[in-house]
């Protein structure tokens, strides 16, 4: 198994640590005995911060928690309580919306960029990732050893010793830029009155982080805050059983050793043959069978660069959506409904719609649920790194082909500026190089090898509301340039290809803006909150 680093705690930071955290060496624990606003904020800082879960309480948590009344309390203990109601109701009645009423704070650390994409895939879960925009990789871990997962069948092989070498320089290539990077950037965005140094050195430093991510790995590690119900860890655990990666399938029993501690009544059913062990088994065939017998596709041809494709959509999808907004706002039948949108002229079409999505004052105004009548699906080629931002919408579907170096990659126009590339090409090129030979072999595990910078098709659906949600916060000026191309793009499809003119103009918080420290005024904006309070 991966070597897990563990820290360090001293004595008096134990008897506070096992008060509220399920295990204290392990990657994996849960939160307990703790208020929900501090379990919130402690994964809200947790995803900004380089400290594990547990060093963040004790630095910057417990000083503002009263700790007397919990010292009899030892949550490392697992749960031995008499679940006799529970049985009743949802094995002799079947009532699968009882796992729904019992929540788990799970902290999941030093988890592979592959891993998390598993882990943040379950709609009805919540989810805060270490964020590559305000964390260097630049730092190594307590071991010394650089922050990328190390696969025990990859390590036993042949390739071990050149997995860990072409690791380590990756990382190197990423430490030793990112300060020439930020030098450049400093220089040529001068610091200006208006703003403090923090707030100036906050803008710079993401930028810079923003311009280099693509050299780190997917092997990169990073941690994970994620907030669900008994169900929904339920389902991703019965899916991680089933995942190609060791990695993946490790990770779950780590994750069901804390769970059963907290909630163990409701995760009963994954161990039992025919409920839980069928089903892992059920999508393990599956996805084998369909592999095999879809093995021998190869690429398109015509896969070369980035883009976005509206490959679905539906022509008269205003049409449906007005339909939606006469029938929820009157007493008539659906098919009424259809035939008095039928007869409006395109005027009183566009009133009706105007009406409905009404002043929105700012982009969480959202109209209601009749935009979910029309949807869109697009095809997207981006580099894994907007590929990880995208990803994490959780009402949209979303479905990813393996990570390889096939597509290509781009240089970030900043590093070009900076004249970096050669060293940024010359790094992905052995990342490419290593991926190509372990492939063969280990065509899973080969994934770990490709850095972010490379490019991955996806496709992406979602109806008219979701999409107003995430063009209208992926556009944003703070936002990378990567994913704000792409938002940009969809509202551009959405408008011209698609005709959905009505649905393009409520989306009025789509921004086309040029910046340039993309970070400058949300950091402005963080530094007036911090005064206000």
Known sequence: MHPYVAEEFSDAEIAVLRRYFTNLEGPVFALVNLPEVVKGALFARYSRSSKSLRRLFLDEFVGDLELDGDAGIDATVGLERADD??????????????AQLGGVHLACEQASNLLTK???????????????????YDRRLGNGLYRFYRDNELLESRFGAR???????????????????????????????????????????????????????????SNLGIYASGQAYEALLLRMRAHPLPEVREYAQMMLDELVKVIPSFLKRLDVPERGLAWTQYLADTRSATKTLLGDLEGDDDAAGEYVRLVAFDPA?????????????????????????????????????ATYVGERHNRRHRPGRAFERTDYR?????????????????????????????????????????????RYRESLSRSAELFEDVRHVFPNQA??????????????????????????????????????????EMARLIREEAGHQAISDAMRYVDFSDTDLERLDAERAAERNRLNR
């Open 447 to 488: 994934q770990y090898c490709v850095a972010l910078a490379f490019r991955i098709r996806y496709v992406m659906q979602m109806n008219a509301r979701e999409a107003m949600h995430l063009i209208e916060l992926r556009s944003g000026p703070q936002g990378h340039p990567s994913y704000r191309r792409i938002a940009h």
């Open 85 to 98: 109601l529970y049985q009743k109701i949802f094995f002799e009645y079947g009532d699968d919306s009882v």
């Open 163 to 221: 997995y860990i070498g072409e690791m380590d320089r990756m990382f190197d290539t990423y430490r030793e830029l990112l300060p020439v990077l930020t030098d450049w950037l400093a220089q040529k965005y001068p610091k200006t009155p208006e703003d403090t140094d923090f707030v100036y050195r906050q803008a710079i430093r993401a930028k810079a982080l923003d311009g280099l991510r693509g050299l780190l790995p997917a092997s990169a590690l």
């Open 317 to 353: 999808g205003e049409e449906r959506v007005l339909e939606a907004i006469v029938f929820a706002n009157s007493s008539i039948s659906h098919e009424r409904a259809r035939s008095l949108v039928a007869a409006m002229s395109f005027d009183e079409r566009r009133m009706v719609m």
């Open 378 to 422: 697009f095809e997207v080629v981006s580099d894994y790194g907007a590929f990880r931002d995208l990803q994490r919408h959780r009402l949209l579907t979303i479905e990813w082909q393996s990570l390889t170096t096939d597509l290509g990659f781009d240089v970030p126009e900043v590093v070009e500026e900076a004249r970096l590339a050669d």
């Open 118 to 136: 598993v882990l943040e895939r379950g709609r009805l879960m919540s989810y805060l990732e270490q964020s590559t925009r305000y964390l260097g």
